[in-house]
């Protein structure tokens, strides 16, 4: 080789590096509520627990997983995907994130571009993978550039809406989708998937961040399936104590936050039969914002789909199914009748950390090393997180 190739190969690695370059671990760097223990055991026991069985059973090793995410400014997620997924299984995994600190002049700008470049470097992290420069919820705006990129992309086999606040804080408003309208639209587009997928919702359901009107509404949908679906009444019945043949009221007998997360579950079944789609509610998992005593206000839901178009009846008798279709109410019973098992029976994550010691403990060791990557103190990190916890 040329000497003076040589010195330019070398003057160029010294330059932009020959593979994934950690930051430093000594930025001085606040920590935030979603950096607690708490949200690794998410990442762990839900997150990729459900993905790592759908890479097993669609056969995914050695080819692409595509993931829809609000990555943040850390890419906290992607980074754990491609350690417990990825190189596990030799998966290449190609994102496609949406982040408004991307766009205008958000002082936290330079931070998502620092962190995208050193994930995008990481070994199966696809360089095709993007952070879009827009708000989520324009996916419910069909004639919007977000719903057009979301489409040229296809569909996806994990759908990760992790959110600070609350999915159902806001309800459409003139020029403005909400989570539902982008939900609803990213379900019909997965309808043309010939493959399972998943679903993972991260919402607030505290009272501030849950509109009145959503509530609402979502209060009338657990109701409406508890009176039209037997199997459904009856599990709701058994589970909270209640004589299998006494009608209750599900606002009167379940709490606030439980009411919402049966009519938020059963509003997400809805949709997916709709979009022809066949639910299985996974898991859970609920926890609280802080440190300070009192009831859980954030659950993590996980939603596996699969394909199950329903043929149409033909008015004029022309076509003649095979076999009877199942009517659109005996099957949206059908799929919403373990729903109230998987509420009451939730994970209850900040109680399971407090009695398991060895749990904790390793959901801080992974989490220091997962905020390490992106430069966060790992010493500081362990004694903010017991000093919170004293």
């Known amino acids: 080789m040329d000497p003076s190739l040589s010195n330019d190969h070398d003057n160029l690695a010294a330059l932009i590096g020959g593979g994934p370059t950690p930051f430093p671990v000594s930025v001085d760097r606040a920590f935030e509520a979603w950096h607690r223990p708490r949200k690794q055991y998410v990442r762990n026991v839900q997150w990729s627990r459900e993905i790592g069985f759908l890479v097993r059973d669609l056969k995914l090793r050695n080819k692409e997983l595509r993931y829809l995410t609000l990555p943040g400014n850390d890419f906290l997620d992607v980074r754990h995907l ?7 299984h030799e998966i290449r995994l190609k994102y496609l994130g949406f982040n408004t600190a991307v766009s205008g002049n958000d002082p936290s700008q330079s931070d998502v571009y620092s962190n995208e470049f050193s994930v995008k470097r990481l070994k199966y992290v696809s360089s095709e993978s993007e952070v879009f420069p827009g708000d989520f919820r324009d996916i419910g705006n069909q004639k919007s550039v977000p ?63 849950v509109h009145d009107d959503a509530r609402a509404t979502l209060n009338e949908i657990a109701g409406s399936i508890y009176d039209a679906c037997s199997a459904y009444a009856s599990a709701f019945n058994t589970l909270w104590g209640i004589s299998e043949a006494t009608k209750v009221a599900i606002v009167e007998t379940a709490s606030p936050t439980e009411a919402f997360m049966l009519g938020l579950t059963q509003w997400i079944v809805s949709r997916g039969i709709s979009s022809g789609l066949k639910a299985s509610v996974r898991s859970l998992m609920t926890y609280r914002t802080g440190n300070e005593p009192g009831d859980d206000d954030l659950v993590s839901i996980a939603i596996r789909f699969k394909p199950d178009p329903q043929l149409s009846l033909d008015p004029h008798g022309l076509v003649r199914p095979i076999h009877t279709p199942i009517s659109r109410e005996e099957n949206e019973c059908l ?41 966060y103190d790992p010493v500081a990190y362990r004694d903010w997180v017991l000093g919170g916890y004293n």
């Not at 379900?187 to 991260?202: N, R, Y």
């Not at 801080?364 to 090393?369: F, R, V």
């Open 82 to 88: 491609h350690e417990s997924i990825c190189l596990r």
């Open 147 to 209: 719903w057009q990129r979301v489409r040229r992309e296809g569909y996806f086999h994990a759908i990760n809406i992790d959110l600070c606040g609350g999915f159902a804080r806001t309800v459409d408003s003139l020029g403005i989708p909400s989570y539902f309208a982008a939900l609803q639209w990213l379900l019909q587009s997965q309808g043309s998937a010939q493959e399972d997928f998943l679903l993972f919702i991260t919402t607030r359901m505290d009272a501030e961040n």
């Open 335 to 375: 799929q919403s009748s373990p729903i109230p098992r998987k509420v009451r029976e939730r994970v209850l994550v900040d109680d399971l950390l407090s009695a398991q010691a060895d749990a904790f403990e390793r959901c801080i060791e992974e989490s220091s090393k997962l905020l390490a990557a992106v430069g």
